[in-house]
C-alpha cells in the first residue's frame, strides 16, 4: 500500500473530484509549500493533493517553493508523486491536449533552490551527496501510468525529453529550435528542480504533461493565454480520467 500524491499544475489547481478529508499545513525547514496539504479520498483511494502554484495560482514557475512542497509531501506520507504539468509540445505528435509521460529532462532553470543537500540547510545531510539520476522519472510508476492509460482507452504518449525553462515568459521560436536540436520534445518550466528533489527524497516521481500550446514558432502564429486556458480544459479532464483508471488499478 502507497501513498500518491498529486502536484496539480495549470490548470490543475483545484481537483474537483477529490473527496476532501482535511487540509494540513506543513512547515519545513525550507519554509512554506505552496499551501496547505489537500488529504482526501479519488475513486476511494487515499491520495494528497497540492497544487503547485498555490490554490489561487500565486507562485510563477521560478518562485515555487520545490523543497518546501516535495518534503511537506513526504512528510504528509506520500511516497509517490504524480506531478501534472502544463507543457508546450515540440515534437509533431505532441499537439494541444496530447497527454506525455516523459522519460528524460534537461534542465534550463537557474538560480532556483536546487537540492536539499546543502551545509546548513537543516536538510538531509551535511556531507556531499551526489544522487544518480540517469532515469530522472520512476520508472515503475511510469509503467503503471501508461497500463492505465491503456486500459481507460487514454491517449498518451509513452517517453518524450523535457525542457525545463525558466520562464515565466514563454520562449522565441530560435530558443526552441535550439531545444530540438539538443533532443527535447517537450518545454516547461516547472519540471526542475522539482524531479531532481524527488529523486533526493527517495520518492517515486513520475509526470504527466499535458500540452498546452505548440511551442513557440511550430505553428507559425502567437500563443494566446485563452487558446492555452481552452486546450489545457480538455487535457485536464483526460487527467482526470486517467487518474481514475490508475487509482482502480493501482495503489
Ligand atoms: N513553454 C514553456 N512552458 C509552457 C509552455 C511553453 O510553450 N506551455 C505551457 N507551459
Not at 516523459?102 to 551545509?119: A, H, M, V
Not at 525545463?164 to 514563454?170: C, D, S
Not at 511550430?218 to 479532464?237: A, H, R, S
Request: overall charge negative; glycine content about 12%.
Amino acid at each position: 500500500m502507497s501513498t500518491l500524491a498529486i502536484i496539480g499544475g495549470t490548470g490543475l489547481d483545484a481537483l474537483g473530484i477529490l473527496h476532501v478529508d482535511k487540509r494540513e499545513l506543513i512547515n519545513t525547514p525550507f519554509g512554506e509549500p505552496s499551501g496547505p496539504i489537500t488529504r482526501g479520498s479519488l475513486f476511494g483511494q487515499e491520495v494528497l493533493f497540492l497544487p503547485r502554484h498555490g490554490y489561487n495560482h500565486n507562485f510563477p514557475p521560478h518562485q515555487v517553493n520545490y523543497r518546501a512542497n516535495l518534503w511537506a509531501l513526504r512528510e504528509a506520507g506520500a511516497d509517490k508523486v504524480l506531478a501534472v504539468a502544463a507543457v508546450g509540445g515540440i515534437r509533431a505528435d505532441m499537439g494541444p491536449g496530447r497527454l506525455i509521460i516523459p522519460d528524460q529532462i534537461i534542465d534550463y532553470t537557474w538560480g532556483r533552490p536546487s537540492t536539499f543537500f546543502e551545509r546548513g540547510s537543516g536538510g538531509r545531510s551535511e556531507s556531499v551527496t551526489h544522487i544518480d539520476f540517469t532515469e530522472p522519472y520512476c520508472e515503475e510508476l511510469r509503467q503503471q501510468l501508461l497500463k492505465a492509460a491503456f486500459a481507460g482507452n487514454i491517449t498518451v504518449v509513452d517517453g518524450g525529453t523535457y525542457a525545463a525553462t525558466q520562464g515565466p515568459r514563454l520562449e522565441t521560436a530560435a530558443e526552441i529550435e535550439r531545444l530540438e536540436r539538443d533532443g527535447c520534445h517537450l518545454v516547461g518550466m516547472t519540471g526542475m528542480p522539482e524531479a531532481a528533489l524527488a529523486r533526493e527524497l527517495e520518492l517515486c516521481y513520475a509526470c504527466c504533461a499535458v500540452v498546452a500550446n505548440w511551442a513557440a514558432g511550430k505553428n507559425g502564429g502567437t500563443i494566446t493565454m485563452t487558446d492555452i486556458e481552452k486546450n489545457l480544459k480538455g487535457g485536464m479532464q483526460q487527467v482526470g480520467e486517467l487518474l481514475e483508471s490508475h487509482l482502480m488499478s493501482f495503489n
